[in-house]
């Protein structure tokens, strides 16, 4: 089965290749800024919105951006301002920007007709000498090849066709694709954000939805996105943030966070009508969490739409689980200081009285890790029995994608499977009360 799935897939990316073209031919500025966001982009300045003045106020009141080349080249998209797009360019001339081909590429694009044409024929050269290097395969690595053959597309418009094929088809497509949404990969809180740019100019530039390699994944995103961060605010400088789960003990970095909102922020303009967007919309509409800051103004002010409707996200689910990651979240209730369990790429986390603890998945003398109401979680041996009955109830730390048999005191025995991280969900009736038994299954045969 899994070769005749694997050979319908190649059938299919290989039909799509062949019905795809990968010349681009819109205009520019060709990056995110089609001609719907700029009208909406202009019409604030014009309003005055609280994200356009906030942002405003940071850039002619004279604060340093902290992506010079980005910032002032959106600013000359929204004012104009022949002063911003020197600023931009002056940055792209610089050392400083030697290797940054991501702004590199912005500053052409939303810069094109304030270029000289020989600032114009020195980037293009820079920006193709850099393409021209080996393609690491990382995420952001090739969100920046795609943005920069896409800028600078006219120049070499068969060189272009061909980087950007390859990304498509043999990166995204064969490599990354296939492994998006499992335990290897799976990109959480601002990791997530250079997928959304990738996706956005893709769309834009050759009117192909990278997510139909990955829709089940994709479907998910939302509540994932929403799910993947603690509970409470966090306070800082600017503003306050919602900060994603994140390994280590060190203070939370506050550019990821802000680029998890970002990366949220496109998310729902990529699909604005979908419904697990119009429920990220209404997690991220609060005006307390808007980015003030000088890295993450100018992102707020790119992505976000105060004017799209949401629906309230606290009727989501307080459980995200999803089998083929892995990933685990587990909360008590939508209160900012409500108890929180996350599970993911193998790391476990609890998060209680404002505290973010690690925890093992190893099975412990105190099997109950976490009561969370209707919610618990569990790192026991098995086989035993289930100290106590919760609608849901999560068994961490077993073998991955092994089979188990659940008797229930007075019923027929059932058969349950751990997901890819080892975790046994189980779902109770609430009003039982029984003694119940989990041991392994020897006949269990995984498919997967």
Same mark, same amino acid.
């Given at each position: 089965m899994r070769l005749l799935a694997a050979l319908l897939l190649v059938s299919t990316l290989?039909?799509? &290749?062949?019905?795809?073209? @990968? *010349? !681009?031919?819109?205009?520019?500025?060709?990056?995110?800024? $089609?001609?719907?966001?700029?009208?909406?982009?202009?019409?604030?300045?014009?309003r005055q919105s609280m994200r356009w003045t906030q942002w405003n106020r940071l850039m002619a009141g004279g604060a340093a951006p902290a992506e010079p080349g980005f910032s002032w080249s959106l600013y000359y998209q929204i004012t104009s301002d022949r002063a911003a797009a020197?600023? #931009? !360019?002056?940055?792209?001339?610089?050392?400083?920007?030697?290797?940054?081909?991501?702004q590199l590429a912005l500053v052409f694009d939303w810069c094109q $007709?304030?270029?000289?044409? &020989?600032?114009?024929?020195?980037? #293009?050269?820079?920006?193709?000498?850099?393409? &021209?290097?080996?393609?690491?395969?990382?995420?952001?690595?090739?969100?920046?090849?795609?943005?920069? &053959?896409i800028a600078i597309a006219e120049i070499n418009p068969g060189e272009s066709e061909r980087i950007l094929g390859d990304a498509v088809n043999k990166w995204w497509r064969t490599f990354y694709a296939p492994r998006l949404g499992t335990p290897a990969e799976s990109p959480v809180g601002g990791a997530l954000y250079p997928m959304l740019e990738l996706l956005h100019a893709v769309r834009d530039n050759l009117n192909i939805d990278l997510r139909e390699a990955r829709v089940h994944w994709f479907t998910s995103l939302p509540e994932f996105h929403i799910a993947s961060h603690y509970?409470?605010? %966090?306070?800082?400088?600017?503003?306050? %943030? *919602?900060?994603?789960? %994140?390994?280590?003990?060190?203070?939370?970095?506050? $550019?990821?966070?802000?680029?998890s909102r970002a990366a949220g922020l496109a998310l729902v303009s990529y699909d604005l009508n979908a419904i697990p967007c119009q429920f990220l919309q209404g997690w991220l509409i609060q005006d307390r969490f808007l980015l003030r800051g000088p890295f993450g103004a100018p992102y707020e002010f790119l992505w976000a739409n105060p004017y799209q409707p949401g629906l309230a996200y606290v009727h989501l689910p307080l459980v995200f689980h999803d089998p083929g990651t892995g990933s685990l979240f587990v909360r008590a209730s939508w209160e900012e200081d409500s108890a929180w369990f996350g599970l993911l790429g193998g790391q476990a986390q609890i998060f209680e009285d404002g505290k973010i603890t690690s925890v093992s998945t190893a099975p412990s003398a105190t099997p109950l890790l976490l009561n969370l109401g209707p919610n618990a979680v569990y790192r026991m041996a098995l086989p035993?029995?289930?100290?106590? !009955?919760?609608?849901?109830? @999560?068994?961490?730390?077993?073998?991955?994608?092994?089979?188990?048999?659940?008797e229930t005191d007075d019923e027929e025995m059932s058969e349950a499977s751990t997901d890819s991280a080892g975790t046994l969900a189980l779902k109770f009736p609430p009003t039982l009360r029984a003694r119940i038994l989990i041991h392994e299954d020897p006949f269990h045969h995984d498919s997967k």
């Open positions: 290989s039909r799509a &290749a062949d019905d795809e073209s @990968f *010349r !681009v031919y819109t205009e520019h500025p060709r990056l995110f800024l $089609d001609a719907h966001r700029l009208r909406l982009l202009r019409r604030e300045r014009e020197r600023k #931009a !360019v002056a940055f792209a001339l610089s050392s400083a920007a030697s290797s940054d081909l991501r $007709d304030a270029l000289t044409p &020989a600032e114009r024929s020195t980037l #293009a050269a820079h920006i193709h000498s850099l393409l &021209a290097r080996p393609a690491a395969s990382t995420l952001p690595a090739q969100r920046d090849r795609i943005l920069a &053959a509970p409470a605010a %966090y306070p800082g400088p600017a503003n306050e %943030y *919602r900060i994603p789960f %994140y390994a280590g003990n060190a203070e939370p970095d506050l $550019d990821s966070a802000a680029l035993a029995h289930l100290p106590e !009955v919760h609608p849901n109830t @999560f068994l961490i730390g077993l073998a991955p994608r092994s089979g188990f048999l659940i």
